[in-house]
Nanobody, 125 residues
Protein backbone atom coordinates (compact mmCIF):
# COMPACT_ATOMS: atom_id res chain seq x y z
CA UNK A 1 0.00 0.00 0.00
CA UNK A 2 1.22 3.51 -0.81
CA UNK A 3 0.35 6.39 1.49
CA UNK A 4 -0.16 10.04 0.60
CA UNK A 5 -0.31 12.57 3.44
CA UNK A 6 -1.72 16.02 2.90
CA UNK A 7 -3.31 18.96 4.65
CA UNK A 8 -0.38 20.56 6.40
CA UNK A 9 0.19 24.28 6.47
CA UNK A 10 0.60 27.38 8.59
CA UNK A 11 -1.96 27.96 11.33
CA UNK A 12 -2.17 30.32 14.27
CA UNK A 13 -2.03 29.02 17.81
CA UNK A 14 -5.48 28.02 18.96
CA UNK A 15 -6.56 27.11 15.45
CA UNK A 16 -7.48 23.79 13.88
CA UNK A 17 -6.23 21.74 10.99
CA UNK A 18 -7.17 18.41 9.43
CA UNK A 19 -4.62 16.11 7.88
CA UNK A 20 -5.49 13.37 5.42
CA UNK A 21 -3.76 10.11 4.58
CA UNK A 22 -4.94 8.39 1.44
CA UNK A 23 -4.19 4.86 0.30
CA UNK A 24 -3.25 3.80 -3.18
CA UNK A 25 -2.19 0.48 -4.62
CA UNK A 26 -4.52 -1.34 -2.28
CA UNK A 27 -7.08 -0.63 0.41
CA UNK A 28 -6.37 0.10 4.05
CA UNK A 29 -8.60 -2.88 4.87
CA UNK A 30 -6.86 -5.04 7.45
CA UNK A 31 -4.27 -2.40 8.33
CA UNK A 32 -3.50 -0.35 11.38
CA UNK A 33 -2.91 3.23 10.29
CA UNK A 34 -1.06 5.71 12.48
CA UNK A 35 0.04 9.29 12.60
CA UNK A 36 3.50 10.17 13.85
CA UNK A 37 5.16 13.56 14.01
CA UNK A 38 8.72 14.81 14.08
CA UNK A 39 9.29 18.24 15.60
CA UNK A 40 12.36 20.17 14.42
CA UNK A 41 15.51 18.66 15.88
CA UNK A 42 13.63 15.91 17.69
CA UNK A 43 12.85 12.26 17.18
CA UNK A 44 9.73 10.96 15.54
CA UNK A 45 6.92 10.47 18.05
CA UNK A 46 3.65 8.60 18.05
CA UNK A 47 0.42 10.57 17.80
CA UNK A 48 -2.47 8.16 17.19
CA UNK A 49 -3.44 4.86 15.62
CA UNK A 50 -6.66 3.49 14.18
CA UNK A 51 -7.48 -0.07 13.29
CA UNK A 52 -9.13 -0.01 9.89
CA UNK A 53 -11.34 -3.02 10.68
CA UNK A 54 -13.51 -1.88 13.57
CA UNK A 55 -12.12 1.61 14.07
CA UNK A 56 -10.44 1.08 17.44
CA UNK A 57 -8.25 4.06 18.27
CA UNK A 58 -5.18 4.63 20.43
CA UNK A 59 -3.70 8.01 21.32
CA UNK A 60 -0.60 9.24 22.98
CA UNK A 61 -1.82 10.53 26.35
CA UNK A 62 -0.61 14.10 25.96
CA UNK A 63 -2.73 14.67 22.83
CA UNK A 64 -5.99 13.07 23.92
CA UNK A 65 -8.86 15.53 23.69
CA UNK A 66 -7.16 17.80 21.16
CA UNK A 67 -6.39 15.36 18.34
CA UNK A 68 -8.85 12.93 16.79
CA UNK A 69 -8.03 10.15 14.36
CA UNK A 70 -10.79 8.81 12.12
CA UNK A 71 -11.30 6.96 8.87
CA UNK A 72 -13.58 7.13 5.86
CA UNK A 73 -14.25 3.66 4.54
CA UNK A 74 -15.60 4.91 1.22
CA UNK A 75 -12.62 7.16 0.51
CA UNK A 76 -9.96 4.82 1.92
CA UNK A 77 -8.61 7.75 3.88
CA UNK A 78 -7.51 8.32 7.47
CA UNK A 79 -7.80 11.77 9.01
CA UNK A 80 -6.15 13.55 11.90
CA UNK A 81 -8.25 16.41 13.20
CA UNK A 82 -6.13 18.74 15.31
CA UNK A 83 -7.67 21.39 17.53
CA UNK A 84 -6.40 24.06 19.93
CA UNK A 85 -3.04 23.91 18.23
CA UNK A 86 0.04 25.05 20.07
CA UNK A 87 3.46 26.13 18.89
CA UNK A 88 4.88 22.85 20.17
CA UNK A 89 2.64 20.97 17.70
CA UNK A 90 4.87 22.28 14.92
CA UNK A 91 6.29 19.22 13.18
CA UNK A 92 6.34 17.15 10.05
CA UNK A 93 3.41 14.77 10.34
CA UNK A 94 3.67 11.31 8.82
CA UNK A 95 1.09 8.63 8.31
CA UNK A 96 2.14 5.00 8.47
CA UNK A 97 0.48 1.63 8.03
CA UNK A 98 1.08 -1.87 9.23
CA UNK A 99 -0.76 -5.08 8.39
CA UNK A 100 0.65 -6.92 11.40
CA UNK A 101 1.13 -5.12 14.69
CA UNK A 102 0.81 -5.92 18.36
CA UNK A 103 -0.67 -3.49 20.85
CA UNK A 104 2.56 -2.96 22.76
CA UNK A 105 4.31 -1.83 19.55
CA UNK A 106 1.66 0.56 18.25
CA UNK A 107 3.76 3.58 19.14
CA UNK A 108 7.03 2.29 17.72
CA UNK A 109 7.92 3.66 14.26
CA UNK A 110 9.76 0.49 13.20
CA UNK A 111 6.49 -1.45 13.63
CA UNK A 112 5.15 0.19 10.47
CA UNK A 113 6.30 -0.98 7.06
CA UNK A 114 4.58 1.67 4.96
CA UNK A 115 5.06 5.42 5.28
CA UNK A 116 3.77 8.51 3.58
CA UNK A 117 6.02 11.40 2.61
CA UNK A 118 5.12 13.71 5.51
CA UNK A 119 3.30 17.00 5.62
CA UNK A 120 4.56 20.06 7.50
CA UNK A 121 2.40 21.72 10.14
CA UNK A 122 3.61 25.06 11.43
CA UNK A 123 1.81 26.68 14.34
CA UNK A 124 2.61 30.34 14.88
CA UNK A 125 2.35 31.78 18.36
Amino acid sequence: VQLQASGGGLVQAGGSLQLSCGASGRSFRGYNVAWFRQPPGKEREFVANIRWNGGTTVYTDSLKGRFTISRDLTKDTVYLQMASLKAEDTAVYYCAASSTIIYSSIGVPSSYAHWGQGTLVTVSS
